[in-house]
């Protein structure tokens, strides 16, 4: 098993792909449109990475990256795009994404149902949780976070018919404590929102940061990612830092207002 001090990861974070109905998935406050990628878009998306010559992968069942320098697709909350439309373009390809599921919202219009996970996880998807409720996980108590993770893990077990063992956090509310809990309920995987590719264990639980991908964000972007390229993951990397210090110091007002202009 590689350690977390030699492996590095490029993953993306994308949320939903839509067609013509930008509300037709996922989740559906004003901020949340931001993060609805149009079909088309996404498509290009992938033909670039594939002109590229990258080939997306995805964790193993004990929910290590396979490869030093791996490229993961990643896909929060569980909007029916995930069956409708994201996973027919990367199977078309041969590659496989992984999505990350808010348990409470299953079957909730807008969302996957129990037998559209458990046929993604059939079709070679990778499952994971995205908490149970989709809280500011960050500041809950121990306890609470341990029940997030404790109990989607669980749900989504059953579901796919083997142990889950993959998460990403909800909102960027990322801490150790966030770490701790959900290696505590058995993620031996945790995404979280920080722009970084180096990997880091954190009590017994590789921490995996991600770049978040929006309706806009372009095709020479995407691949400047993908190809580790200094100068996009230093913008992301900038722009996080002003995201932490607003939270830090705007607290709860600051998380009503991004909730009505931009996504979660």
């Not at 409470?104 to 998807?125: E, N, Q, S, T, Y």
């Not at 341990?146 to 993959?166: F, K, M, N």
């Not at 966030?178 to 590789?206: T, Y």
Request: proline residues 4%.
């Amino acid at each position: 098993m590689m350690t977390a001090m030699k492996q590095s990861a490029v993953v993306l974070c994308y949320h939903d792909v839509v067609n013509q109905v930008s509300t037709a998935s996922g989740m559906q406050s004003p901020g949340s449109l931001l993060y609805k990628m149009r079909r088309s878009d996404f498509a290009a998306h992938l033909d670039a990475i594939g002109r590229a010559g990258l080939t997306p992968t995805l964790p193993n069942t004990n929910g290590q990256l396979t490869s030093e320098n791996s490229l993961v697709l990643t896909f929060d909350d569980g909007g029916i795009s995930a069956i409708s439309e994201i996973a027919p373009l990367l199977e078309s390809r041969g590659w496989r994404g992984a999505f990350f599921i808010t348990t409470d919202w299953i079957g909730m219009p807008g969302f996957l149902h129990a037998a559209d996970i458990a046929a993604l996880a059939d079709r070679g998807h990778l499952i994971g949780s995205h908490s149970r409720s989709h809280p500011q996980i960050s500041r809950l108590s121990s306890a609470q976070m341990r029940e997030e993770w404790q109990e989607s893990i669980r749900i989504l077990s059953e579901i796919v018919g083997s142990r889950v063992v993959t998460a990403s956090v909800p909102g960027g509310f990322y801490s150790q404590q966030v770490a701790r809990a959900a290696s505590d309920a058995g993620c031996r995987l945790l995404f979280n929102s920080e722009p970084v590719v180096q990997l880091e264990e954190q009590n017994g639980c590789l921490v995996a940061g991600r770049f978040r991908v929006v309706a806009n964000t372009t095709t020479k972007t995407i691949v400047g990612l993908a190809q580790r390229r200094r100068a996009p993951q230093l913008r992301q990397q900038l722009s996080w830092e002003a995201k932490k210090a607003a939270k830090r110091f705007g607290g709860a007002l600051w998380f009503r207002l991004r909730n009505r202009l931009r996504p979660n």
